[in-house]
């Protein structure tokens, strides 16, 4: 799988742009925030709700943040305006993180303070393990700030990640919410799980530790034996969907959010099953990806995770098993 993948990742270069870019129309809304809207005013009927990436991450020059800023400020806008039930994910990095953090943190604070008016929720998405504990301190500063609309993402391949879980449910409490996804940057063995079934039984133990402290828990994968242990622990927690999270730990409910959980799927990944888990009462989150800057994006996963290659030509060619 490794090799096919890498193999298709260093035929990209050669083929054509316009090639890609009808491949990469399935993962990606469009280049501009209309389109994006449009796809999720289209969506809305599948039962899905939506967290919004403007495309593009670690910028090279700390005047390139406006540019995000700017867009995401017109997202909030679009949002409120269209009334569609979206969130924000947004990379550190794209406002400068790794160049300057106290600009990085206003630029962030400009958009979560916004975001809070209009009763938007922000995440921060995790980039790899550089910005692992910026990005958390991020969360914890806002937080701080008075801003209850943010949360962050977590790597469940990381070694450090159960005890992130427990740390930030140490800071935070109730107000912990964490997407849990298996982590895209392949990260070395000296700091993360590598084998698939490895990394897929740290991700269930994340699962099972967030329902147990009482975090809000964002389930971010496609993969049947982790969206099926999710459903076991969440029945065995006393979890029923459609009704009131039973924990006595977790934080009250808020608008926009599931009932202390939700499933998360990418645009154009397995939406049969998201949409099957939408029918049985589960809130679903669709992440909807738009930009100018779709190119550079698509080549960018690929060469830093090329299995994602192979996801993609299966898709193609084998469209049953994964429907958008
Ligand atoms: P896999 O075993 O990789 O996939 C299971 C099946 O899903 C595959 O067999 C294939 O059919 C399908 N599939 C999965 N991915 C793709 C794809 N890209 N294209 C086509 N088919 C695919 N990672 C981070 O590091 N930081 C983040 O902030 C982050 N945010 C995420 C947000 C969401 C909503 C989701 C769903 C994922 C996010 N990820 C993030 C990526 C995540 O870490 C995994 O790399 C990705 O979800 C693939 O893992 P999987 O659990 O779906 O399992």
């Known amino acids: 799988m490794g090799l096919f993948g890498r193999i298709i990742v260093g035929l990209m ?42 495309l593009g991450e670690e910028i090279q020059n700390i005047s390139e943040a406006r540019y995000f800023v700017d867009e995401y400020s017109r997202l909030i806008d679009e949002i409120t305006v269209s009334k569609i039930d979206a969130n924000l994910s947004l990379k550190p990095t794209a406002f400068g993180l790794l160049i300057n953090e106290e600009i990085a943190l206003e630029n962030i604070e400009e958009i979560v303070h916004k975001a809070s008016i ?13 910005v692992t504990q910026p990005t958390i301190d991020i969360v914890y500063k806002m937080q701080s700030r008075g801003y209850y609309n943010i949360g962050t993402v977590l790597q469940s391949r990381l070694f450090r990640t159960t005890d992130d879980i427990t740390q930030i449910v140490d800071h935070l409490a109730g107000l912990t919410d964490i997407r849990i996804c298996k982590g895209i940057y392949l990260e070395s063995s000296d700091i993360a799980e590598t084998g ?12 099972d530790l967030m329902l147990e402290l009482g975090a809000y828990t964002a389930i971010a994968s496609h993969d049947l034996p982790i969206i099926n242990h999710a459903l076991e622990s969440l029945k065995k927690n006393g ?23 939700e499933f998360q799927f990418l645009l154009g990944v397995r939406g049969n099953i998201r949409r099957k888990l939408s029918a049985g009462g ?7 990806p738009y930009g100018t800057r779709w190119y550079e994006y698509s080549n960018r996963r690929l060469r830093e995770n090329p299995d994602v290659a192979w996801h993609i030509v299966k898709a193609l060619l084998l469209p049953w098993t994964n429907r958008r």
């Not at 490895?198 to 699962?207: G, R, W």
């Not at 589960?282 to 909807?288: A, F, G, N, P, S």
Request: proline share 5%; glycine share 8%.
């Open 118 to 130: 209009n009763n938007i929720f922000v995440r921060l998405d995790m980039e790899n393990h550089r």
């Open 196 to 207: 698939y079934k490895e990394i897929v039984d740290a991700t269930n133990s994340c699962i």
């Open 13 to 54: 270069p050669l083929t054509p742009k316009f090639v890609i870019n009808r491949v990469a129309r399935r993962y990606v809304a469009g280049s501009d925030l209309e389109s994006a809207i449009a796809l999720m005013q289209k969506m809305t009927v599948e039962g899905a709700c939506f967290t919004i990436d403007v």
């Open 282 to 288: 589960h809130r679903t989150r669709v992440y909807i």
């Open 239 to 261: 979890f029923k969907p459609g009704k009131p999270d039973p924990r006595t730990n977790a934080g009250e409910s808020r608008e926009g959010k599931g009932e202390g959980y």
